[in-house]
T-cell receptor
Framework: EAGVAQSPRYKIIEKRQSVAFWCNPI?????LYWYQQILGQGPKLLIQ????????DSQLPKDRFSAERLKGVDSTLKIQPAKLEDSAVYLC??????????????????FGPGTRLLVL | DAKTTQPTSMDCAEGRAANLPCNHS???????VYWYRQIHSQGPQYIIH???NNETNEMASLIITEDRKSSTLILPHATLRDTAVYYC????????????FGQGTTLQVKP
């Protein structure tokens, strides 16, 4: 089974530019998450989708960050315009919601390798 | 969601058991204890979770105290590949659970 795919793996931009990250979750996973991980800190949830609907975006800086999951499969996270403090690793994770899945499977978030963003 | 307290760093000799403690004194009755780890330059990886009973899987064991205010993750025979940041998280499960990561414990396994 393929894991969570993310691209690009690395991105360097100048402040005030825009950038977009892409995530393809594990096939069949209805729940998708975007996290921001600043160096030396744990990941922080930015947004959670259930299929193509937003469940939680309370930590998303909506003045510059946006995310979509139009067909309930892959997702895009955009930053416009970027600031220096946006330099971080952006992680995507997915989780199954299938009722037939075992307890551990339903509880587990599977993370992608992340996109490392450097804003100069 | 309840907060957790973990030591910043720990060392362990290769082949020995690694015991990683976690305090979660404000945990509520419907919250689980989850452990994830993050190896350098990778995304976090699920290890184990439990509610109140001790749990064991192929990766680790989770010991939760009777009052559920603390827990210990045990890696029975640590290898160099277990060097990572280990996160203890308490959260409601499944549909309503949200993982809030702290700074975790950096475990260094030494030869």
């Amino acid at each position: 089974e393929a894991g969570v795919a993310q691209s690009p793996r690395y991105k360097i931009i100048e402040k005030r530019q825009s950038v977009a990250f892409w995530c393809n979750p594990i096939s069949g996973h209805a729940t998708l998450y975007w996290y921001q991980q600043i160096l030396g800190q744990g990941p922080k949830l930015l947004i959670q989708f259930q299929n193509n609907g937003v469940v939680d975006d309370s930590q998303l800086p909506k003045d510059r960050f946006s995310a979509e999951r139009l067909k309930g499969v892959d997702s895009t996270l955009k930053i416009q315009p970027a600031k220096l403090e946006d330099s971080a690793v952006y992680l995507c994770a997915s989780r199954t919601s299938r009722s037939g899945s075992g307890g551990v499977e339903r509880e587990t978030q599977y993370f992608g390798p992340g996109t490392r963003l450097l804003v100069l | 969601d309840a907060k957790t307290t973990q030591p910043t760093s720990m060392d362990c000799a290769e082949g020995r058991a690694a015991n990683l403690p976690c305090n979660h004194s404000t945990i509520s009755g419907n919250e689980y204890v989850y452990w994830y780890r993050q190896i350098h330059s990778q995304g976090p990886q699920y290890i184990i979770h439990g509610l109140k009973n001790n749990e064991t899987n192929e990766m680790a064991s989770l010991i939760i105290t009777e009052d559920r205010k603390s827990s210990t993750l045990i890696l029975p025979h640590a290898t160099l590949r277990d060097t990572a940041v280990y996160y203890c998280i308490v959260a409601r499960g499944y549909n309503t659970g949200k993982l809030i990561f702290g700074q975790g414990t950096t475990l260094q396994v030494k030869p």
